[in-house]
């Protein structure tokens, strides 16, 4: 079922839980359908975002904005993960190709990988502040603490493969590192001690001592486009793009200690609870449980063109941004709002507009009004509450509505044609057959 877990009622922003409280939530960089798809684990899709070929994305530390580095269009994007819009499109100083962005851990910086240059992003303002001279940059990572930037970059020759080391907070180039060809991700220790460089033509992950920068091991057999470390440091996993695998690496003993298939892997993810790792690939994103001997796939989440990178929240602060609160108006032009659940006729709703919602963009075979489909007859634009803003205007059949006699309440959900969720409700007045005859 397409819909929502979590429902705000109100302005006061009151949480009624239907489901899971606080269940994490996925956002999928749908690289080929230009949005991001926000989701629960069980693959139901809570709205999305429209944007432009967004490969990587970045959620600020609080939850409100994620950051988009689009493939196309020399942009990225500011999403705003309240009211589910993109909210800038950052189109000045963003090189060709941005692929990822990484935030520092106060969310005040994003380092964008592009084929031109890193772009530093100022998130105050959401403007690029500065560029760092790298050519060619697959993949940017910071140090736990923040001050060392990590990048893997071509040099714009093919048979160079190099790292960088750079000061975050100046954007000095500390020291430049050629070793192999194809360098495809890395990824810090917890700890900062070590850097993981994945190379994608020699099949190997080669280890590197964050503060020294030399040479500490490898391992052999695997390579990701992506790497992500457990919490505990103990378990590497990569998406190896080419070897249709994603592999598990365990960092005690520098080898792979699991290959599980999937076709096209590219981004990853794991539950706040670490039991589960999602991976987006050629079939959607695949579940792998990690709480399991097998540690396979045990489904894979659908409704994607071209998923690339996912990042996911939990928390009941993320529940509430699922739904905007709207007002709408049972009966407009009424008193009481009187439904005599008898009659054969018509309920108009309408759904106001007001400064940050617009009537318009509402999807009409999206709204559910009490259990009822608007009639597809009767959906009409007009300013039913005089404030000069135009609002939409829905007709539900009284029998289809799912109200019982005593009901004081009716609400109103839907979606705009840009995903985004809304509800609303408001009073009734259900009327028994004998009232609606002494009145007549
Ligand atoms: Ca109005």
Redesign the pocket.
């Known amino acids: 079922m397409r819909g929502p877990r979590v429902v705000i009622f109100g302005l006061a922003f009151l949480l009624f839980a239907t489901g899971a409280t606080g269940a994490p939530l996925l956002y999928v960089a749908d690289q080929g359908a230009w949005n991001v798809v926000v989701m629960d684990l069980e693959g139901n899709a809570l709205g999305s975002i429209a944007g432009v070929t967004p490969y990587g994305i970045s959620i600020t530390p609080d939850g409100t904005k994620a950051y988009t580095a689009n493939w196309q269009n020399l942009t990225c994007s500011v999403l705003d993960l309240t009211a589910y819009t993109e909210m800038k499109r950052i189109d000045q100083g963003v090189g060709a190709y941005a692929q990822h962005i990484a935030l520092t851990s106060d969310g005040k910086r994003g380092y964008v990988a592009t084929d031109w240059w890193i772009s530093v992003i100022d998130t105050t303002t959401d403007t690029v502040i500065d560029y760092i001279p790298l050519e060619g940059v697959s993949y940017t990572t910071l140090s736990p603490d923040g001050n060392w930037l990590f990048a893997t970059y071509n040099c714009n020759n093919p048979y160079a493969g190099s790292f960088a080391k750079i000061n975050a907070a100046t954007g000095y180039i500390e020291a430049r590192v050629n070793y192999t060809p194809h360098l495809t991700s890395a990824v810090v220790s917890q700890d900062g001690a070590r850097l993981y460089v994945s190379s994608q033509s020699d099949n190997r992950i080669y280890i590197f001592s964050t503060d020294t920068l030399g040479w500490e091991g490898w391992v052999e057999g695997a390579h990701g486009l992506r790497m992500l470390l457990s919490r505990d440091g103990t378990r590497l996993y990569v998406t190896n793009n080419t070897g249709n695998l994603l592999q598990v690496i365990d960092t005690g003993t520098n080898s792979v200690i699991n290959s599980i298939p999937i076709a096209g892997p590219v981004g990853l993810a794991l539950t706040p609870d670490e039991s589960r790792l999602l991976v987006s690939c050629d079939l959607g994103v695949a579940v792998i449980d990690l709480a399991s001997q097998s540690q396979s796939v045990t489904k894979y989440l659908g409704g994607f063109t071209q998923p690339k990178e996912i990042a996911i929240l939990a928390g009941p602060e993320v529940a509430e941004v699922l739904q905007v609160a709207i007002d709408i108006r049972i009966k407009p032009g009424g008193h009481r709002n009187p439904i005599n659940l008898k009659s054969k006729g018509k309920v108009p709703v309408a759904i ?2 007001d400064a940050t919602f617009d009537a318009a963009t509402v999807d009409p075979s999206t709204v559910v009004f009490a259990g009822a489909s608007p009639r597809s007859i009767g959906t009409s634009l007009e ?9 939409m205007v829905l007709h539900f059949r009284t029998q289809d509505l799912t109200l019982q006699p005593g009901d004081t309440e009716a609400c109103l959900s839907g979606q705009t044609t840009n995903g985004q969720a809304f509800t609303g409700c408001g009073s009734v007045h259900i009327i028994k057959w004998e009232e609606h005859k002494r009145c007549k």
Request: glycine residues 18%; proline residues 0%; without cysteine.
């Open positions: 106001l507009s300013d039913v509450s005089g404030d000069g803003l135009l609002d």
